[in-house]
């Protein structure tokens, strides 16, 4: 027996703990080439099918390494108060980002994230007109698309269109200003050839997922990203949740200055928005816009 073959089960470990580590530090410096969106999200919008590069592995390759991401969350310690951000009023000021309005005036920012179309927004859209309600919908690049004589409703209506990118990605994993700034013009340039006008520059992250480096890009480009205080599960359309459900949510937890999230693919919401709308109305909140948000900052 040779003793090349008494060594054998070491050869065997140190070539298999050498491809673990190995692996796992070239998985972290060379990041996928790209990430394919989902068909739908876990915040309900329906993506592209196609692919959204995230960082290029020419040049350095540690250049490439990303940032942790964040994911926008929210503790809720006092009925009425407003909730306590992943990151405070002056964290996000400092990025012209917003989750909510430092007032004790019932002032309510109302928003919809628009991933697609199925039947539920001109329910909405009259709810809003009833209440004179001017609302900001985040749109998708296939919103825009499939959708263009809705989106001419809603500018009719003084509402103001946001963006929401093209593919809907998980923003946080795009290193490159490049391809972060794609996903935003692809939107700013399908708006521009529905309505003829430049787009508002306001941006949400989708399903709330950010950086600081993303914060960044964004101000750069001239925008202002706006998270929420207050949102609910409503964008599971096989288990939508019930009027009871819905009102113990965004009744017991509406707050002066809130930015409310809702979708405009829920049919709960299509259902309740125009007794919701009275119900904050009869505790005393009025409406206002993010353009005036921004404004008044």
Request: glycine fraction near 6%; charged fraction near 20%; proline fraction near 5%.
């Amino acid at each position: 027996m040779s003793r090349l073959h008494n060594y054998k089960p070491l050869i065997l470990l140190f070539f298999f703990s050498f491809c673990f580590f190995a692996g796992g530090q070239i998985a972290r410096i060379f990041p996928p080439a790209s990430v394919r969106t989902d068909d739908k999200s876990p915040s309900g919008n329906v993506a592209s099918s196609g692919t959204v590069p995230t960082a290029s592995t020419s040049g350095n390759p540690l250049s490439t390494i990303l940032p942790a991401a964040e994911n926008w969350g929210l503790s809720f310690q006092e009925e009425g108060k407003v909730p306590v951000g992943n990151a405070s009023f002056d964290e996000l000021q400092q990025y012209h980002a917003y989750y909510a309005q430092k007032t004790d005036k019932k002032v309510i920012y109302l928003t919809f994230d628009c991933g697609y179309e199925n039947g539920n927004t001109p329910a909405i859209l009259n709810a809003l007109k009833q209440h004179n309600v001017q609302a900001t919908f985040f749109v998708v690049g296939n919103f825009l698309r499939d959708n263009p004589e809705l989106v001419k409703q809603m500018l009719k209506g003084g509402h103001t269109i946001g963006n929401h990118t093209f593919h809907h990605p998980d923003m946080s994993q795009i290193a490159t200003k490049e391809t972060f700034s794609r996903e935003l013009k692809s939107v700013e340039a399908l708006y521009k050839d529905i309505t003829g006008k430049s787009m508002t520059r306001f941006y949400r992250p989708p399903q709330g997922k950010y950086s600081t480096e993303n914060l960044q890009m964004a101000k750069d480009m001239g925008y202002h990203t706006f998270f929420w205080s207050l949102a609910y599960v409503d964008w599971l359309a096989d288990a939508q949740p019930s009027k009871e459900e819905a009102f113990d949510k965004l009744l017991g937890r509406i707050h002066p200055g809130a930015i409310v999230l809702l979708h405009n693919t829920s049919r709960t919401n299509s259902e309740i928005l125009d007794e919701l709308l009275a119900k904050w109305e009869e505790m005393g909140y009025t409406f206002s816009t993010l353009k005036k948000l921004v404004r008044n900052t």
